[in-house]
């Protein structure tokens, strides 16, 4: 079944240390999204991909950064996480044009010790 | 500035019966509404969907409305069943140089009671 994947499911790290997340999908969608989730809280866009083209919301912090290596594969870095870090980060994908939904993984949850 | 907005975080209704998801939104700009359905430990579900230039959007047992003057959209979930307790989200989308963005509500729980 085409679906997004998102590894780890659970991530637990330690108070400034470096942190990635992935995510991958077999759509071949050339549109793929980052956002943060707290909890009981809205999901939040935190950047997304068109393609190669990197696009940040205006509110991500510097903290946040994001790598696209491929259609398939995309990336979150969490440079020095902290408390306030901790939530569950969702990747989605579309496939741009029209309108049309986004496809979301299952999310990795993220613990910052 | 919360520019969609669930109002109520919980809704418990008896199977059987209708369920009602509210969201209101206040950027006129959105041109297409969505529903997703989230269940515990697993990412956003897309449930269905609106644009703007219709108020009514029927798919099996969910129908979504948009009232677009007074910025308001329903979910109905006509009979509801246990299989539909989640959590459901409504969302908002613009679109800003070729690319769809969108803003999500906080969400409500639903709980169907047998």
């Known amino acids: 079944d085409a679906m997004v994947i998102q590894n780890p499911r659970y991530q637990v790290t330690q108070f400034g240390k470096p942190v990635t997340l992935s995510c991958s999908q077999t759509l071949n969608h050339n549109v793929m999204y980052w956002y943060q989730q707290k909890s009981s809280q809205a999901p939040k866009l935190l950047f997304h991909?068109?393609?190669?083209?990197?696009?940040n919301e205006a509110d991500t912090p510097d903290n946040f950064q994001s790598r696209r290596p491929n259609t398939s594969f995309c990336f979150l870095d969490i440079r020095s996480p902290g408390l306030g870090d901790a939530a569950m980060y969702l990747c989605a994908t579309r496939i741009a044009g029209g309108y049309n939904e986004q496809f979301f993984g299952p999310g990795t949850r993220l613990t910052v010790l | 500035d919360q520019q969609v907005k669930q109002n109520s975080p919980s809704l418990s209704v008896q199977e059987g019966r209708i369920s009602i998801l509210n969201c209101d939104y206040t950027n006129s700009m959105f041109d297409y509404f969505l529903w997703y359905k989230k269940y515990p430990a697993e990412g956003p579900t897309f449930l269905i969907s609106?644009?703007?230039?219709?108020d009514k959007n029927e798919d099996g047992r969910f129908t979504v409305f948009l009232n677009k003057s007074a910025k308001h959209l329903s979910l109905h979930i006509v009979p509801s069943q246990p299989g539909d307790s989640a959590v459901y989200f409504c969302a908002a989308s613009s679109f800003l140089q070729g690319a769809q963005k969108l803003v999500f509500g906080q969400g409500t729980r639903l709980t169907i009671n047998p």
């Open positions: 609106i644009s703007s230039i219709k």
């Open positions: 991909y068109y393609d190669k083209d990197f696009n």
